[in-house]
């Protein structure tokens, strides 16, 4: 495998013998860490990962020759969290750090790092298995190793590492994460600003209290499942149809895709039922859930809580956590959270109110939400952030990222800060939660970004020929960081078939607030035929 980042290689008796729990264990101790190596094993090229905790977690392959180990810490706290650590033989000199996903360490998105020569980490944020497994929540400062300290100290400890073995500090750093990890990713920014020079936040659950609150709220509106109000879920792809027939030509270019769900308006009458109710028409209370649907969580004082889903995500609500049949599962994570972290027992759907949602945010246990909008610091200490979501995502709705964009630029402007200095946002049209598209739609949503690769194949790294910096957000942000040059566009390609990795759509995603827009001839699938342009 080759990288087209350049490679130092370490000598391979050293990379291979080296490679053992004494030696990172001797490295630990002489630093004073404290800190159990609990697995190290050298890989030769093209192996299987063999996970050392048997966990559901996919175990990536074809790895590159790498040295592997896994790190048991302890915090000040008294707490432990574990973290993974890949050693490529062939370094780019470069560090990166994979977040966790909701479940144990993440060694398949590490090995997308490390195939392109980084040395890679990943933490478990103090707990193993799931984020709902478990009792590990009972102690609050398990709690904080979740929410953020699990991830900084893996920074610290795992640099450390690094530099020990290469005898070099890594010359740049680098985070990427999405859904909860893109939630990490945006407290790594906010919280340790010195942490990393470049980061990836995509789809990031950022406002935890508001965002588990939410996912529950919009199941609330189809409460009491089966009532003369709920929307049957058989009638979601029913209405997501409809919402294409009508908003894909609004756009200026009838291919499917709704590429400006915001610019769109939607006649609801084809929805409604004329005289006698069937299973493919909604009838005038259901088209009133339907509409608050499409809007915000706004309280009678009109505080907004939070955004809405957007035009195009319809085939995403019949998801566990969406907007589903209107019972409110036992099992979803935002009971969890709310009954686990917030400490609420005995909820019933009339407790989803203001005084509940100002509850959350006195309590926000662990300081999990990242909603310290001043990046100043982070600006200041010269990274860059690449932040991006999508238009067709139900489980964090892409109107929050916008919210998040214009709170964070009203906070730096008075400081003199321009927030296109270090940050860019992107909407991916038809994205959905991470990655995929509706099969309606087959959007060009891949950009190699945080889980995307990870959720196709074990083996996947980047974007099958095209491995650069105008197709790939990581090399795109390496780009930034390293040659000072900043993405206005990020292409995105469409897999015809996910076997093979053949690309046949290929279109640009422009750096909000511009949209791509079809120059009006040529093939549409073709990135040439399309430019970013202000829409208002
Ligand atoms: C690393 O490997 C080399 C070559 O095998 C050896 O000379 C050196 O002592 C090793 N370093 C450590 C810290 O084990
Ligand atoms: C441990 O390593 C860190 C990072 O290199 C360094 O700042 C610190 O001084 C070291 N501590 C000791 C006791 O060597
Ligand atoms: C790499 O391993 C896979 C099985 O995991 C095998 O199918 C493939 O032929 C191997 N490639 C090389 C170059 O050895
Ligand atoms: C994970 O694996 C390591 C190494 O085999 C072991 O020491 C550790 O106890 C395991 N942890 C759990 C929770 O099983
Ligand atoms: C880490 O070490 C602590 C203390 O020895 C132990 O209780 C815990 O199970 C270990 N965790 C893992 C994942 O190995
Ligand atoms: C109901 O009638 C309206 C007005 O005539 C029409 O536009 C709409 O398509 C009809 N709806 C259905 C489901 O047939
Ligand atoms: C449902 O009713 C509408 C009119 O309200 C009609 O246009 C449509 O064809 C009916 N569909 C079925 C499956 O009966
Ligand atoms: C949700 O609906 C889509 C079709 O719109 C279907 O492909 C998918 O399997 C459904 N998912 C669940 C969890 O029911
Ligand atoms: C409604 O959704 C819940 C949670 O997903 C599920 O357990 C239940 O079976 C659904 N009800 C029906 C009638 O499908
Ligand atoms: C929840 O309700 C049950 C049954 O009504 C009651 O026994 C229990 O004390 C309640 N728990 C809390 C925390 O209020
Ligand atoms: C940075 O610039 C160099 C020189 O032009 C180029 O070779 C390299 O590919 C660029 N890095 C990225 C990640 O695009
Ligand atoms: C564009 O790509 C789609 C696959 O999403 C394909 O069905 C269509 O034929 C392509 N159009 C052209 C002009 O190649």
């Not at 790895?63 to 490529?88: E, K, M, R």
């Not at 750090?97 to 392109?116: K, S």
């Not at 005995?346 to 100002?358: C, Y």
């Not at 909008?373 to 982070?378: S, V």
Request: proline share 5%; with cysteine; net charge negative.
């Amino acid at each position: 495998m080759k990288s087209i980042l350049p490679l130092l290689a370490v000598p391979a008796v050293a990379a291979a013998t080296n490679c053992s729990i004494e030696t990172f264990q001797a490295y630990l101790d002489a630093n004073g860490t404290n800190a159990q190596v609990v697995y190290a094993r050298h890989y030769a090229e093209n192996a299987t990962f063999v996970n050392p905790n048997v966990t559901a977690v996919e175990n990536p392959t074809e790895l590159p020759a790498t040295c592997a180990i896994q790190v048991n810490a302890t915090t000040d706290a008294g707490t432990h969290y574990s973290f993974g650590v890949f050693l490529p033989d062939n370094w780019n000199e470069r560090f990166f750090h994979a977040a966790q996903e909701g479940a144990d360490i993440n060694w398949v998105d590490m090995a997308v790092g490390l195939r392109y020569g980084f040395a890679s980490v990943a933490t478990d944020t103090g707990h193993f298995g799931s984020d709902m497994g478990g009792t590990w929540w009972e102690n609050p400062q398990s709690i904080n190793d979740w929410a953020w300290r699990a991830n900084h100290l893996t920074s610290v400890v795992g640099k450390f590492l690094v530099e020990s073995f290469y005898g070099q500090k890594p010359k740049y750093n680098y985070f990427a994460g999405c859904s909860t990890g893109g939630r990490q990713a945006m407290k790594e920014s906010q919280a340790f600003p010195m942490d990393y020079d470049g980061i990836i936040s995509a789809c990031p659950a950022w406002w935890t209290t508001h965002q588990q609150l939410w996912n529950l709220w919009q199941t609330t509106l189809q409460a009491p499942e089966g009532s003369e109000h709920s929307i049957p879920m058989s009638m979601f792809s029913v209405i997501g149809e409809e919402v294409i027939r009508q908003c894909d030509p609004q756009d200026g270019l009838v291919d499917g895709v709704i590429s400006d769900p915001l610019g769109c308006n939607v006649d609801y009458l084809p929805l409604l039922c004329n005289g006698t109710q069937n299973s493919s028409c909604l009838t005038g209370p259901q088209l009133d859930t339907l509409h608050k649907i499409y809007s915000d969580w706004v309280e009678a004082d009109q505080t907004f809580v939070y955004s809405h889903v957007e035009y195009g995500s319809e085939f995403m609500w019949n998801e566990s956590g969406n907007i589903g049949n209107g019972s409110v599962g036992n099992e979803a994570e935002q009971y969890w959270y709310l009954q686990e972290i917030l400490g609420i027992s005995n909820f019933t759907a009339s407790d989803l109110n203001l005084k509940l949602v100002e509850y959350a945010d006195k309590t926000d246990p662990g300081n999990s939400s990242a909603n310290d909008f001043n990046l100043a610091p982070f600006y200041k200490s010269g990274a860059k952030l690449i932040h991006y979501h999508g238009h067709s995502d139900a489980t964090v709705p892409p109107g929050i990222g916008i919210y998040f964009r214009d709170q964070m630029a009203a906070t730096v402007a008075p400081q003199g800060i321009d927030i296109d200095e270090f940050y860019r946002f992107f909407i991916i049209p038809g994205m959905e939660h991470c990655s995929g598209t509706p099969s309606t739609m087959n959007a060009p949503w891949y950009i190699a970004g945080p889980t995307q690769a990870s959720a196709l194949s074990s083996s996947l790294y980047g974007v099958p020929g095209y491995r650069d910096a105008k197709h790939d957000v990581l090399l795109a942000l390496v780009n930034w960081v390293e040659n000072d040059t900043a993405p206005e566009y990020i292409i995105g390609s469409f897999f015809d078939d996910d076997e093979t990795f053949s690309i046949t759509k290929q279109r640009p995603i422009c750096a909000y607030p511009k949209q791509a827009k079809y120059k009006g001839s040529g093939d549409i699938n073709d990135t040439d035929n399309f430019e970013c342009k202000l829409l208002f």
